[in-house]
C-alpha cells in the first residue's frame, strides 16, 4: 500500500509542480500558451469575444452562461444550458462565426433549468 502511494506520488508531483508554479499548461489541442505567438493569442482572444457577442445577441442562448476557449482559431463551448435547441444553437453560432477552424461542443442540456 505504501509502495503504491510513492508511485502515485511521485506520478503526480510534475503536475502539481507546474500547477502551483504558474507554468503554461499544455490544452486539449497539445499547444501550450508558451507556443503560441502573442498574436495568435490576441486573434484567439478576439475570436472568443466576436462569439461572446454574438451568443449574447441570440434570445435561444444569451440566458445562458456559456463558456468559450478557443485555441489556434478552435473553439470550445462548455457549460449548462436548459434545452438541446439552446446548445445546438450555441454550436451554429460559433461555428458560423468567421475565423472558426473547429468547434468542440461539451455544453451538458439540463432540462430542469
Not at 486573434?43 to 449574447?56: C, E, F, T, V
Not at 476557449?69 to 451554429?92: E, H, K, P
Request: proline share 1%.
Amino acid at each position: 500500500m505504501r509502495l503504491l502511494l510513492a508511485v502515485l506520488l511521485v506520478a503526480t508531483l510534475p503536475a502539481c509542480t507546474s500547477i502551483l508554479l504558474g507554468e503554461a499548461s499544455i490544452s486539449e489541442r497539445g499547444l501550450s500558451t508558451e507556443a503560441r505567438s502573442s498574436a495568435q493569442v490576441a486573434a484567439d482572444n478576439a475570436l472568443s469575444a466576436s462569439i461572446r457577442r454574438n451568443l449574447g445577441a441570440d434570445a435561444t442562448v444569451n440566458q445562458y452562461d456559456i463558456g468559450i476557449s478557443t485555441v489556434d482559431s478552435n473553439v470550445t463551448l462548455s457549460g449548462t444550458v436548459g434545452s438541446f435547441a439552446a446548445r445546438d444553437r450555441a454550436v451554429q453560432i460559433a461555428s458560423d462565426t468567421d475565423g472558426v477552424r473547429g468547434v468542440t461542443n461539451r455544453i451538458v442540456v439540463n432540462t430542469n433549468l
